[in-house]
C-alpha cells in the first residue's frame, strides 16, 4: 500500500464514493454497455466478474508493492443513482507521488458533464494529498476523454503506451 486512502469527495452534482464491493450490484448495469468499450478495450463484466474485480481493487496490491490503488463509485446527488466511476493509482515518483488517473460514465449518463466534474473532484483530491503528477493514457480519437484530460489541465505528450496516448500534469 501507498499514498493517500480514499475518502468520499462531494461536487455540486455528485458523489464520489470509495468502492466497495456491494457496489457490483448496481455497477453492473450502469457499465453494461459494449459501447463503454470501444476505446479501452474488454466487454461489460457480469455481475460475478465485477463483483470479483471488485474484491480484488478493495483488497489493494499485495503489500510489497510500492502501489495505492484508489477507486470511486461517482453517484448523482439528485436522484442518488450511480452514474460511473474513477480511479487513481497511485505510485512514487522522482518528485513525489504521481497517479495515473482514469474514468468511465455510462452511456446514458454520458454529455453532461460529469466525467469531467469527477476528474476535478480527483484531481484536486490527489494534489491536496501531495500527488505531484498526474498521468491518463486516452485513445486518440477518443474525444471525449481528451476533452475531460483538458480540463483537468492534463496535456498529451508524443509519447504512446501501446495505441494510446500519454497525457500529463
Ligand atoms: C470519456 C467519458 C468518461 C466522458 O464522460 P462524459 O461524462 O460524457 O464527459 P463530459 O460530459 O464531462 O465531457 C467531457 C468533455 O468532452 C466533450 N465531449 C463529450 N462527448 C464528446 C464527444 N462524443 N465528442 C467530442 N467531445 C465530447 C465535452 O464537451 C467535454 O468537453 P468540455 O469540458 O470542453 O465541454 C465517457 O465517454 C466514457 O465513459 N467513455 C468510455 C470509457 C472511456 O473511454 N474512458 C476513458 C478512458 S481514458
Redesign the pocket.
Known sequence: MFGPIAETLETERLTLEPLEVGHADEMTEVLGDPE?HV??GGEPATLAELRARYRRLVAGPAPYHQEGWLNWVVRRKDDLLAV?TVQATVTPGAEGPQAAI????GVP?????????AAAALTGWLRDHSVAGLV???HPE????A??A??IGLHPTDQYADDEVVWRG
Not at 102 to 105: K, N, P, Q, S, T
Not at 109 to 117: D, L, P, T
Request: hydrophobic residues 50%; proline residues 0%; charged residues 15%.
Open positions: 463503454l476505446f479501452i460511473g482514469a474514468w468511465v460514465i449518463f454520458q454529455g453532461r458533464g460529469y466525467a469531467g466534474e491518463a493514457n486516452i477518443n474525444l471525449a476523454s476533452g475531460v483538458r480540463r
